[in-house]
């Protein structure tokens, strides 16, 4: 090759890596998780900081519920990415038709979703928890794979964000290594 087509092949490769690079810019400004069409993680965290300056501001109730596929990785050896790939939109689905119009839902990882609740204590956590589980139960049926759910519920109190989000994280894992099904708060 002589040295024009050497640079062309260049640019070509250059443009490529830029293109990739873009697209990977581009994921990460995007609020929607690709597949399940909610909030993904760092919109989740923005949206939660809105929501605890809203609670503060009004004097009001906000209660975090997570909601986790329980041995999520064994069951993704099991079944297969594609197979939890439709559990996670039939999940999404699922909880997107069951929540209120003012609940935030979102995908915060594999597996695992995270529901903001508005004027909700935690302490009717566990009672909403247990309503999502069993209507996810039900859709799931189709697809002939058993899920269980570890779930966490917790008040805002005033805590930094983070922090907030460790205690329902911490709740939910605890959840799941006493006895899947239930729900801490």
């Known amino acids: 090759m002589d040295n024009s087509q050497d640079g062309l092949l260049k640019v070509i490769e250059d ?3 830029e293109n990739r690079r873009l697209k990977e810019k581009l994921a990460e400004l995007n609020p929607i998780d690709q597949l399940t069409g909610l909030y993904n993680r760092k919109a989740l965290y923005d949206r939660l900081e809105y929501e605890v300056l809203r609670a ?3 004097q009001t109730f906000l209660s975090l519920l997570m909601l986790k596929i329980s041995e ?3 069951m993704l050896q099991k079944n297969g990415r594609d197979m939890m790939e439709v559990v ?3 999940m999404a689905n699922s909880l997107k038709s069951s929540v209120r119009a003012v609940d935030i839902l979102g995908r915060y990882g594999d597996g695992s979703f995270l529901i903001l609740l508005p ?3 935690a302490n009717k956590g566990p009672v909403v928890a247990e309503r999502l589980k069993k209507l996810i139960e039900k859709d799931l049926q189709s697809t002939g794979v058993k899920v269980k759910f570890s779930s966490g519920a ?3 109190e005033g805590q930094p964000v983070y922090e907030l989000l460790e ?3 911490k709740l939910t894992t605890l959840s799941e290594r006493e006895g899947m099904g239930r729900t801490h708060r």
Do not use: A, G, P, T
Request: hydrophobic letters at 25%.
């Open 15 to 17: 443009l490529k890596e």
């Open 72 to 74: 999520y990785e064994e």
């Open 154 to 156: 917790k008040l805002y």
């Open 56 to 58: 503060e501001r009004n």
């Open 88 to 90: 996670e939109k039939l």
């Open 167 to 169: 205690d329902v994280e």
């Open 119 to 121: 004027d909700i204590h």
